[in-house]
């Protein structure tokens, strides 16, 4: 994302002249935002600014399916007689994503340093990435769940969006953040205004000691992951929500006729079988091993193997805590942690 120096330009937005800018938009371009299906607020194309789920607090799935499905074909494969033919599958079509939070926004930035920025870059994240323009929404409060300052981030956190509002009275403040952003927005003749969102303070339910600060490897062999995986199921939903999971698996389905398509889909290291290897050996078999990789990738083994120093692979969103059935909760085993000898 290209930002110019200098301080940011923000502008006032009514609902309505907001409602009337989308429904423009998604009459010219692809335009997702959270949408009600089932009641349940997803991330969904939509024909205008009234299907959108209005004062949705968060959606079930982040931000990330926009860049990296839940599942992608990759190629077509066509076998005739002894020739092959590889007909690759890369997503082009540009799209305008509404309403993301700065949580998903900012996990979005961490899939950069693996999909982007570890070569080789990967060329389905990258084309869906520069075909894409988030409009962000700050958020009016945390949620009971959510921990995103504990974790380097903040509800009002404009760094991650291409155009980022915020509500107020009379409707949006606009930000145009960076140039895919004041390309989006400069047909707006709107009224400059003085809000700054920083002079907002947000209360938070669930301040925690940086995560960053415990030592990790230490805490390997302790008897912690056994004590806390006794209540997980291994049903992987905590990674199909999180904005910053990123494992996937990889298979070829026929379509007849000599055609296959190769897919990739979500994965989980939560899973029994994720890394099984030939002769049925399972890398972790037990549900702490699973877990304590889970918490490890998180907070020591993506930002050492990408180069992010240290900033954690988690956003605080605090999906996985609302999600899990058993009240597997991130925050109560980080500050668990926290008091390990």
């Given at each position: ?107 979005a930035k961490l899939l ?70 004041r390309s989006l927005t ?88 994720y890394r099984r290897v ?64």
């Amino acid at each position: 994302m290209s930002r110019s120096p200098g301080s940011p330009t923000r502008k006032l937005i009514t609902q309505a002249g907001l409602n009337s800018w989308l429904d423009e938009l998604a009459a010219t371009r692809t335009l997702v935002a959270p949408r009600l299906a089932a009641g349940v607020p997803l991330y969904l194309r939509v024909a205008g600014s009234n299907e959108i789920a209005w004062g949705f607090s968060r959606s079930l799935l982040s931000v990330k399916q926009a860049f990296f499905p839940p599942t992608e074909r990759l190629m077509v494969i066509r076998k005739t007689g002894p020739e092959l033919q590889l007909e690759e599958t890369l997503p082009e079509e540009p799209q305008i994503v509404f309403g993301v939070r700065p949580c998903e926004a900012r996990g979005a930035k961490l899939l950069d340093a693996l999909f982007l920025d570890t070569p080789p870059a990967d060329p389905y994240y990258a084309s869906r990435r520069e075909n894409t323009v988030l409009i962000g929404l700050a958020c009016r409060e945390m949620g009971p769940t959510c921990f995103c300052s504990s974790v380097g981030g903040a509800p009002n956190n404009a760094s991650d969006v291409d155009v980022m509002l915020y509500e107020v009275n009379d409707g949006y403040v606009l930000e145009a953040v960076t140039d895919k952003g004041r390309s989006l927005t400069d047909g707006l003749e709107l009224e400059q205004c003085d809000y700054d969102p920083h002079e907002y303070r947000y209360a938070s339910q669930n301040e925690l000691a940086d995560p960053m600060a415990i030592q990790w490897p230490e805490l390997f062999d302790n008897d912690y992951w056994q004590k806390i995986s006794e209540r997980c199921l291994g049903c992987r939903a905590c990674a199909y929500v999180c904005p910053t999971c990123r494992c996937f698996a990889i298979r070829d389905e026929s379509l007849g006729t000599g055609e296959f398509e190769r897919l990739r889909c979500w994965d989980s290291c939560a899973g029994e079988n994720y890394r099984r290897v030939a002769g049925g050996h399972k890398a972790r078999p037990e549900k702490g091993d699973r877990l304590r990789n889970r918490m490890l990738c998180k907070f020591n083994y993506y930002a050492v193997q990408t180069g992010l120093g240290n900033v954690p692979a988690c956003t605080g969103c605090g999906r996985c805590i609302d999600v899990c059935p058993v009240g597997v909760d991130i925050t109560e085993v980080l500050g668990d942690l926290v008091r390990q000898p």
